[in-house]
């Protein structure tokens, strides 16, 4: 499927565009926030514990000490000599003159802000299947005027985030999909938030979920970088809120995630609010349930304390949601089923490769608004993933399997996210607070820097949280986070070791509610609207490690402003960027990250860099692609035949709906909006940024 074959329904009676509206609130469109996060930036951030914001050794000793006192299990490995000698990269100096670094030699875009996809000059770029494309071919031709939980069951879903590819060998793929969420403003005709139909729930239901299909590069010839979705492949499928997962690991069958319907407490249907994601070197791939508190009405309804503290701790709705599907099933009800809620805001695991298997939702890394996890092997095999729960002032936390990987075994590395355990970060600055100011000025040591520690919150059946059972660590993850003196982040999203360093980045993306008293070294901007990278080296270079050092490898936003940093790289040579968002690696080890929330920060469309992580050109962010109007960039994937984004809710723009849509990409003319998987690839058929 490409652009380039319409058959999406237009109606050319629908009212022309809007103005687009400005002025919205945190890093996004209200509209986002609303549909997205269930408008989590509008409510204060649930994290209340008073965790730090580090800002002086002292404090941070301090908690060590409550923390040893409490029997918890710190490995204090790696001195500060040891620390030093594999401190993320020294700064190079700038240095400009030669080529960009391999992989990374193309015309780097100027900000864009057109309602279209744009790809550096000597690129192509198709739309590789949108919202509602058949995966089937039963499925019946899309027609957003008529849509029904039943078509879209055997279409590809709304909303596509994470994407990874898989291979099936001869240049074909499996491509795995998440579809975070819906917003039903844009997609229904004659939508009322008020009084949503079963109709367009049920549609919505179908459109949440994941999808797996089949994609080929041999149709158009070996130096084409274009796919084709395979329709009716054996492989294909989709996971709607209709399909079963099943709970593995220490909190499957506790009373925590019983209901009526799952008295046993194993099976729930569907998965929500999948985010990003990451593949395992097994061959399955691991999606995050982030934003699932917004689909849980009548918190209110709960009386006994506990059991509201922990609700509030991941903001479940007072009363009614916005989508109001508790009207139409009773377990998004708190006040029916207060245990629906658990079985949510898990890491789920699924075997593309095996479309009978049921997908797993694995209890065992823990509890919260999932970005996603992505994994690295430790020296001694053992499975290690790395998450980013995305709230403000919310943790940066890893799982480290109990047993290790083993090659060509895959009936024993399936069980390896099941047992382990779960991390949580504790970051120190090595420079004064009073040098941390709160407007990005480097300190005197010329860097954000540091060492870390991940401290242990539960091993397998072994609480390391006093007052907490491991079941109750890892259904009320964040809860133990504060009790253990975890560092409170600017929104931890992706999370991603380098496969040819091991050095981990984390985008933190924004978070305007840090004030200048909160700032420290490790998020050192009040108000951080643009958001930063982080570099960390696990000491030893090993995944499985206690201990590590860290620096801000980008402070992210115009260059021109002070506050901005890339690597020490020269300013003057680098795009603009910010909220940065997706991680992912190339085929050269340069690191490429896509963006969430420019429109209101930088003015611009989001999109998609790439930038050097090592050598000479260390810190040299150059713009590759720009999404259309009100579009989100999503997924990334990039090798040398093709680079792959999703382009996920183009035309959510405060103010449109249905009928005065803001953006008609990618069918033009006055057609709905489709989220889509975009390919782009080089015209001449060589390989991606290379002369
Ligand atoms: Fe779904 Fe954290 O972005
Ligand atoms: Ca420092
Ligand atoms: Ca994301």
């Known amino acids: 499927m490409s652009s380039r074959t319409r058959h999406g329904a237009t109606d050319p009676a629908r009212r022309p565009l809007l103005p687009l509206l400005t002025g919205q609130t945190g890093g996004r469109a209200a509209m986002t926030c609303r549909y997205r996060c269930g408008n989590a930036c509008f409510h204060e951030a649930p994290n209340r514990s008073g965790n730090p914001y580090f800002g002086d050794v002292a404090a941070a000793a301090l908690s060590r000490r409550t923390l040893l006192r409490a029997g918890a299990v710190l490995a204090l490995t790696g001195g500060a000599t040891g620390l030093a000698s594999t401190r993320a990269g020294a700064t190079p100096p700038p240095h400009t003159a030669g080529p960009a670094a391999v992989g990374l030699r193309f015309e780097p875009l100027t900000q864009q802000t057109g309602d279209h996809v744009t790809v550096p000059p000597g690129y192509l770029h198709d739309v590789l299947i949108r919202w509602g494309d058949p995966l089937f071919s039963d499925a019946p031709v899309f027609d957003p005027e008529r849509q029904s939980a039943e078509a879209q069951e055997r279409q590809f879903g709304y909303n596509n985030d994470f994407v990874g590819l898989l291979p099936l060998g001869r240049g074909d793929h499996v491509m795995v999909v998440n579809h975070e969420y819906t917003n039903e403003e844009i997609m229904f005709p004659g939508y009322d938030p008020d009084n949503p139909t079963r109709q367009q729930v049920e549609t919505a239901w179908a459109a949440h979920g994941l999808t797996v299909v089949a994609v080929s590069g041999r149709r158009r010839g070996r130096r084409s970088g274009a796919l084709d979705v395979v329709v009716d492949h054996d492989l294909n499928r989709r996971l709607p809120l209709s399909a079963e ?14 209901t009526s319907a799952d008295p046993e407490g194993r099976t729930v249907l569907g998965t929500v609010n999948n985010c990003a994601g990451g593949l395992t070197p097994w061959g399955t791939w691991l999606t995050g349930e982030e934003n699932f508190h917004q689909y849980f009405a009548n918190a209110d309804a709960i009386r006994d304390p506990l059991e509201r503290e922990r609700l509030d701790r991941y903001g479940a709705e007072s009363a009614e949601t916005e989508r109001k599907w508790e009207r139409f099933d009773e377990r998004w009800d708190l006040a029916q089923e207060p245990n629906e809620i658990n079985r949510f805001g898990w890491i789920v695991e699924v075997d593309p490769y095996d479309p009978t298997s049921t997908p797993k939702k694995r209890t065992a890394m823990g509890r919260f608004k999932h970005e996603g996890a992505t994994v690295r092997l430790a020296a001694d095999g053992r ?11 919310e943790y940066l936390y890893k ?18 996210l099941e047992h382990g355990t779960l991390y949580v970060a504790r970051f120190t600055g090595d420079s004064p607070a009073g040098e941390i100011d709160g407007t990005g000025a480097l300190p005197s040591d010329g860097a954000f820097d540091g060492t870390g520690e991940w401290i242990p919150l539960v091993s397998g059946t072994t609480s390391h949280v006093p007052g907490m059972t491991p079941e109750e660590v890892l259904c009320f993850t964040r809860q133990a986070g504060d009790a253990v003196g975890a560092t409170a982040m600017d929104r931890p999203e992706d999370v991603e070791p380098s496969p040819r360093t091991g050095h981990v980045y984390a985008a933190l993306t924004n978070n305007t509610d840090r004030t200048a008293e909160q700032a420290d070294e490790v998020n050192p901007r009040a108000e951080n609207r643009f958001g930063h990278v982080l570099e960390l080296v696990e000491d030893s270079d090993d995944a499985a490690a206690a201990t590590f050092s860290w620096r801000l490898f980008l402070v992210c936003g115009d260059p021109e402003d002070p506050g901005t940093y890339f690597a020490g790289y020269d300013k003057d040579q680098v795009s603009a960027i910010s909220c940065p968002d997706n991680l992912a690696f190339d085929d050269h080890g340069n690191l490429w990250i896509s963006t969430d929330g420019q429109p209101d920060s930088l003015g611009a469309n989001d999109a998609l860099y790439g930038v050097a992580v090592d050598g000479r050109r260390r810190g040299e962010v150059r713009q590759f692609l720009a999404v259309p109007t009100g579009a989100e ?18 035309g959510e723009v405060d103010g449109a709906n249905y009928e005065n849509q803001a953006s008609h990409w990618p069918d033009g003319g006055s057609s709905v909006p489709r989220p889509s998987i975009v390919v782009a690839y080089r015209a001449d058929g060589k390989r991606t940024g290379h002369a």
């Open 245 to 258: 997962f099943e709970l593995t690991g220490p909190v499957a069958g506790s009373h925590y995630v019983r």
């Open 383 to 393: 499975a290690v993933a790395y998450m980013g729960d995305d709230e403000r002032f």
């Open 399 to 416: 799982f480290v399997s109990a047993e290790a990987y083993r090659p060509d075994d895959d009936e024993h590395n399936a069980t390896l």
């Open 633 to 650: 960039t999503c997924g990334p994937v990039i090798t040398d035949e093709r680079v792959l984004v999703a382009v996920q809710h183009p």
